[in-house]
């Protein structure tokens, strides 16, 4: 597969992944740019590349994540090219229903479920992650039923929004 097709069609999933796991729209952007700039240089001997870049960037978001730096109060939004339509990113994340379900899960029941929600199996999250793929089924059943209370609690809301 060439370079260029393989980020065209890859980079707004890599993207979406990464708001799954819980990256904010310009994180996420970030993110997956700097690790398709790894692909590229890298690109003659990944085996497995839609593999290799959820995995580099699924570390890369975790680094981001436990990186202790002070981070400004009112953070300014910036678009990305990698997203469809970067002036729609904010709207789109709001009204997800999913993303909301998902910022209530722990980090590795969160990090399963973005796998999963990109379409990898459980051997093969269990292969990415370097856990049991018991480790990853128990994951996800517990991340299930999670978003189910979840998405239960909101439709008993009197106050939820209309289409949430």
Do not use: C
């Not at 680094?63 to 789109?92: K, N």
């Not at 929600?117 to 093969?124: G, I, N, R």
């Amino acid at each position: 597969m060439e370079f260029s097709s393989f980020y065209r069609s890859t980079a707004h999933i890599l993207v979406a992944f990464l708001v799954n796991q819980g990256a904010t729209a310009s994180v996420a952007g970030d993110i997956a740019q700097e690790t398709m700039e790894k692909a590229y240089q890298r690109w003659q001997e990944i085996d497995n590349p839609p593999a290799w870049v959820h995995t580099v960037a699924s570390r890369a978001l975790v680094r981001h994540l436990t990186d202790a730096r002070e981070e400004a109060l009112d953070p300014v939004p910036e678009p990305t090219a990698l997203l469809p339509r970067p002036e729609e990113a904010a709207e789109w994340e709001s009204r997800q229903v999913i993303l909301q379900a998902l910022r209530t899960l722990p980090p590795r029941q969160r990090q399963v479920m973005a796998w999963r929600l990109s379409d990898y199996t459980p051997a093969e999250i269990a292969e990415q992650l370097g856990i049991t793929p018991n480790a990853v089924s128990a994951s996800l059943k517990k991340a299930r039923r999670a978003i189910l209370a979840h998405l239960a609690r909101g439709e008993e809301d009197p106050h939820a929004r209309p289409g949430y």
